[in-house]
């Protein structure tokens, strides 16, 4: 049984219907990630999953258990965490405590392990424990999203967008630390507009089109395919 | 000189109420319009408590009943921490979602139940309230200095009490783990959410504080004037909420501020021009505020170290 399955889903925002009948599966130890253009419906899977959204038909099931009764605020005990689109890090907050915040569900106190794990992967924030989380640049503010959800010692890490507004070398970098982490264990669904960044790290994917998905393979088939080419890798 | 002694002791009454506008406007952008009544109320718990103390008539007793005192207080913080929790509870919570306007509607409703209450309860008369406290003058009978400069108990009072208690206020949201959550509620709720934060119970305990401070505030408030009355919640909710917004509502530390300077205003204002100028100068500072700064002395931020 996969560990994240999401079945027939169909959110709505109001009368809207962004997402229409979506499912996917996410198996321990994968990275799986979601492409598609802008709208496309990405944002709204991951907020669907993570519970600040609720599906009006279909279920979201973390490890056999249906997660679309659970409160929002009980979902990351069932194992989830999300780091969303755009970042959304406590900005006046510091950068210390908006880790301490990506833990405040788990019931074991002892976060030294956790706080160096992070600080390995992400060596500057290390450097800015203490500053103001909003006065980090664009990239640091990546990293502290991704270190904060960390934090809460998922078995699925939610990731949307982290390359979104970010120069190229660091979008390599945070690149080459989610795979790092995806190796150490951690399974990841990964949104993103980058697909080639994507499919370059990814085991496998799913293109997602107007609330549909219309195409899911391995990773290399996906890049490889004539429509994906076209439609998101920018090629003719 | 006088004025500037009475400015800062009622300063400190007005920075606790003026404390709880802007712990609730911090979380959920509420301009809770019922807190000054729920600070009237208070006053008429103490009284109420003290008179069953055996207190209620007492002019310049001998030995102060400190214990009497003690039970007031926690009756009055106790009091108004929960019923600020019901009200949001039953007028706010299911209009979290709706437009601004509709929950500062209910605010106002709850405002007009709370007034009626106390119309019920201590009638339509000012009330007077018992004068507990030793008459003692530091200036004159500790110095021996015969100026017009007082500087009594009853201050030493109200700010040996409101000094620690905004202390603690800072402590609370600066290192707990409740403290904490609200700051992250208070910047962003849906991500808050997403921490695991249970954030009903967070804005919960907020009214709560908010409610408890407004309690303490209650007491001193009595012992230092010596009278209350049903509408007392308007002119220092008035007082609060424009000292709330003059240190920039949603920050804490600027509504403490902010306290104090209306206080001091406000009795400059009654000292050298006249008592009836006094809700005239709140007034105007409110509307000057709002005009040239409306993000007040130090912005919105709840989120910063208390
Ligand atoms: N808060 C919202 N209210 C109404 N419609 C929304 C909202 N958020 C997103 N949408 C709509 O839902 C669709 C999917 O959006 P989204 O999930 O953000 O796409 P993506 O992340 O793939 O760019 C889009 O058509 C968008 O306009
Ligand atoms: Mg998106």
Redesign the interface.
């Known amino acids: 049984m996969a560990l994240l399955e999401v079945d027939g889903v169909h959110t709505y925002y109001g009368n809207i219907e962004a997402l229409k009948g979506i499912s996917l599966t996410v198996e321990q130890g994968e990275i799986v990630t979601l492409i598609g253009s802008n709208g496309a419906g990405k944002t709204t899977t991951l907020r669907t999953i993570?519970?600040?959204l609720r599906p009006r038909h279909g279920t979201v099931r973390m490890a056999e258990r249906d997660l679309t009764k659970v409160p929002?605020?009980?979902?990351?005990?069932m194992g989830i965490?999300?780091s969303?689109e755009g970042r959304?890090i406590?900005?006046?907050?510091s950068v210390k405590?908006n880790l301490?915040?990506?833990a405040?569900?788990r019931n074991d106190r002892d976060l030294t392990p956790d706080f160096e794990r992070v600080y390995t992967l992400f060596p500057r924030i290390k450097e800015r424990l203490r500053q103001r989380a909003g006065t980090l640049s664009g990239g640091e503010q990546q990293m502290l999203a991704i270190g904060r959800a960390l934090m809460?010692r998922p078995k699925v890490l939610l990731l949307d967008e982290p390359s979104m507004g970010l120069a190229p070398v660091l979008v390599e970098l945070v690149f080459k630390t989610i795979q790092e982490i995806n190796v150490q264990g951690m399974t990841v669904l990964l949104v993103e507009q980058n697909a080639h960044m994507a499919l370059s790290i990814a085991h496998r994917g799913y293109v997602l089109q107007t609330g549909k998905i219309v195409l899911t393979d391995t990773a290399p088939k996906l890049a490889a395919n004539e429509m994906v080419r076209k439609a998101y890798l920018g090629e003719e | 000189m006088a004025a500037i002694v009475i400015g800062i002791t009622n300063g400190a009454f007005i920075a606790l109420i003026a404390l709880g506008y802007t712990l609730v406007y911090g979380i959920i952008e509420l301009i809770n319009f019922a807190h000054g009544d729920l600070f009237m109320l208070g006053t008429f718990v103490c009284l109420t408590t003290l008179t069953l103390l055996g207190f209620g008539t007492e002019v310049g007793v001998s030995g102060t009943p400190w214990w009497a005192l003690v039970i007031a207080i926690l009756a009055a913080m106790i009091f108004c921490g929960v019923l600020n929790m019901l009200a949001e509870r039953v007028a706010y919570r299911r209009l979290r979602r709706a437009p601004r306007l509709a929950p500062l509607i209910s605010a106002i409703g709850v405002s007009f139940i709370f007034v009626n209450i106390g119309l019920f309860w201590q009638g339509p008369t000012p009330r007077r309230f018992p004068d507990l406290l030793p008459q003692y003058d530091f200036v004159s009978q500790l110095f021996g200095l015969h100026t017009l400069v007082r500087f009594t108990f009853k201050d030493l009072f109200v700010l040996a009490l409101a000094i620690p208690l905004m202390l603690g206020l800072a402590w609370v949201i600066r290192s707990t783990?409740m403290g904490?959550?609200m700051?992250?509620v208070a910047?962003?709720s849906?991500?808050?959410?997403?921490?695991?934060?249970?954030?009903d119970r967070v804005i919960s305990f907020t009214f709560v504080l908010g409610g408890v401070l407004a309690g303490a505030a209650a007491l001193m408030y009595g012992l230092y004037n010596n009278n209350t009355v049903f509408t007392l919640g308007f002119a220092a909710g008035l007082k609060a909420f424009t000292a709330a917004v003059l240190g920039g509502i949603g920050n804490v530390t600027g509504a403490a501020l902010g306290g104090f300077v209306l206080g001091l205003l406000a009795s400059l204002t009654v000292t050298y021009a006249g008592g009836q100028w006094e809700n005239v100068g709140v007034f105007s500072l409110l509307v000057i505020i709002l005009v040239f700064k409306p993000t007040g002395l130090l912005g919105q931020?709840?989120?910063?170290r208390a």
Do not use: S, T
């Not at chain 2, 849906?190 to 954030?199: H, K, T």
């Open positions: 993570a519970g600040v929002a605020n009980q979902i990351v005990r965490a999300h969303p959304r406590f900005a006046r907050m405590e301490e915040m990506g405040y569900a809460a | 783990r904490k959550a700051r992250a910047q962003d849906e991500m808050a959410l997403q921490m695991g934060i249970d954030v931020a709840l989120g910063d």
